[in-house]
T-cell receptor, first 114, second 113 residues
Framework: GENVEQHPSTLSVQEGDSAVIKCTYS??????FPWYKQELGKGPQLIID?????GEKKDQRIAVTLNKTAKHFSLHITETQPEDSAVYFC?????????????FGKGTKLSVIP | DVKVTQSSRYLVKRTGEKVFLECVQD?????MFWYRQDPGLGLRLIYF???????EKGDIPEGYSVSREKKERFSLILESASTNQTSMYLC????????????FGPGTRLTVT
């Protein structure tokens, strides 16, 4: 099955700086790569996703890049704010009839220091 | 807005008890999932269902079963709770079709003593 590795496990940045979280996946058939943000006491929420036919996607301060050859993808947050502090999870999905499973990384706890 | 609700935020049970965790979604989604979340281990899939009365094992199904009698409701059952099942349990749903996005509930923190 798919295996997703996520680094780093914790990340501290000063407010206004950029944060980068990286993930690698094992199965070259994976074609959907979402990123979820989990705030304290809440369930994870999708913040951005990318499909394998796209190399980069941006939404305001958040961007995701995908390198299919190297089988890795990254989340970039610019101009970080205290409300960006949360746990972030990357995930990957292999397409298939009736299969909508996501394999998640172990998460990155991001702390933005005011 | 999609809403996924879980029956309890916190639950304390004794070893050997039968435990039911309920999840309800209000958006007519095809797929539903149960995960457990443990520190340092991320989200691990226990079971999922892509249709009423259909279920598939995830990565860690041992000690759990599920029931989906109605499209909007997906139940996780611990037949005989054990201390190593103390965890945060998250339910999610997704529309199906071309959408892979999963919508999560707030989670149930289960403690087995």
């Amino acid at each position: 099955g798919e295996n997703v590795e996520q680094h780093p496990s914790t990340l501290s940045v000063q407010e206004g700086d950029s944060a980068v979280i990286k993930c690698t996946y094992s199965d070259s058939a994976s074609n959907y790569f979402p990123w979820y943000k989990q705030e304290l006491g809440k369930g994870p929420q999708l913040i951005i996703d990318i499909r394998s036919n796209v190399g980069e996607k941006k939404d305001q301060r958040i961007a995701v890049t995908l390198n299919k050859t190297a089988k890795h993808f990254s989340l970039h947050i610019t101009e970080t704010q205290p409300e960006d502090s949360a746990v972030y999870f990357c995930a990957a999905s292999i397409p298939g009839a009736g299969s909508y499973q996501l394999t998640f990384g172990k998460g990155t706890k991001l702390s933005v220091i005011p | 807005d999609v809403k996924v609700t879980q029956s309890s935020r916190y639950l304390v049970k004794r070893t050997g008890e039968k435990v039911f965790l309920e999840c309800v979604q209000d958006m007519d989604h095809e797929n539903m999932f149960w995960y457990r979340q443990d520190p340092g281990l991320g989200l691990r899939l226990i079971y999922f269902s892509y249709d009423v009365k259909m279920k598939e094992k995830g990565d860690i199904p041992e000690g759990y079963s599920v029931s989906r009698e109605k499209k909007e409701r997906f139940s996780l059952i611990l037949e005989s709770a054990s201390t190593n099942q103390t965890s945060m349990y998250l339910c999610a749903s997704s529309p199906g079709g071309f959408s892979y996005e999963q919508y999560f509930g707030p989670g149930t923190r289960l403690t087995v003593t």
